[in-house]
């Protein structure tokens, strides 16, 4: 069965460091998403792309994080500096339809 | 922006008990999609939902999508304890065609 797949599963960093997340989503997918979920709440969309074109990025904080999808298939999510509030599960996730897959998402710890 | 009201928030209940999850919403939606998410791993998708008043299982759950369009719930039957986890509903609104909308989750605790 196909899967979205994302790396690294966990990271630690230290605050005002350089941190970067890939993400491959199911083969065919043309919508991907790229989520940040705080503990013990659902998923905040940061961006999302139709192929290689940003179409939604209005919660994204542009200051410090950017996200591309060069060739319209796997995606980068960077955050650059990191800060302390920045720890929290990067999920990414793709979607046919009207059916939406998560990855197993990256666990950023920032010191 | 839309939310999606999702109870319980959390319950205990005894290995072997079924377990009923609902979701509503002020806006019509076109799908609802079921998730459980287990700690530090990503939401894995349940049942999907595309028609109203659809009812679908995928073994020991089941979910309709309410003829209204605006809620939907999940039952899981028999509840063994690697059901614990946090279960979100979400949806495809008319709103926003292709942005997700996700439940407050309700978390699932199952005594043996």
């Known amino acids: 069965e196909a899967e979205v797949a994302q790396s690294p599963r966990y990271k630690i960093t230290e605050k005002s460091q350089a941190v970067a997340f890939w993400c491959d989503p199911i083969s065919g997918h043309a919508t991907l998403y790229w989520y940040r979920q705080i503990l013990g709440q659902g998923p905040e969309l940061l961006v999302q792309?139709?192929?290689?074109?940003?179409?939604?990025d209005s919660q994204l904080p542009k200051d410090r994080f950017s996200a591309e999808r060069l060739k319209g298939v796997d995606s980068t999510l960077k955050i650059q500096p990191a800060e302390l509030g920045d720890s929290a599960m990067y999920l990414c996730?793709?979607?046919?339809?009207?059916?939406?897959?998560f990855g197993p998402g990256t666990r950023l710890l920032v010191l | 922006g839309q939310q999606l009201n999702q109870s319980p928030q959390s319950m205990f209940i005894q290995e072997g008990e079924d377990v009923s999850m609902n979701c509503t919403s002020s806006s019509i939606f076109n799908t609802w999609l079921w998730y459980k998410q287990d700690p530090g791993e990503g939401p894995v998708l349940l049942i999907a939902l595309y028609k109203a008043g659809e009812l679908t299982s995928n073994g020991r759950l089941t979910a309709q999508f309410g003829i209204t369009r605006k809620d939907s719930f999940l039952n899981i039957s028999a509840s063994i304890p690697s059901d614990v986890g946090i279960y979100f509903c979400?949806?495809?609104?008319?709103?926003?065609?292709?942005?997700?909308?996700f439940g407050t989750g309700t978390r699932l605790q199952v005594t043996l």
């Open positions: 996730a793709s979607k046919t339809l009207e059916t939406q897959y």
């Open positions: 979400a949806g495809f609104y008319t709103g926003t065609a292709s942005k997700l909308t």
């Open positions: 792309f139709q192929d290689e074109s940003v179409v939604d």
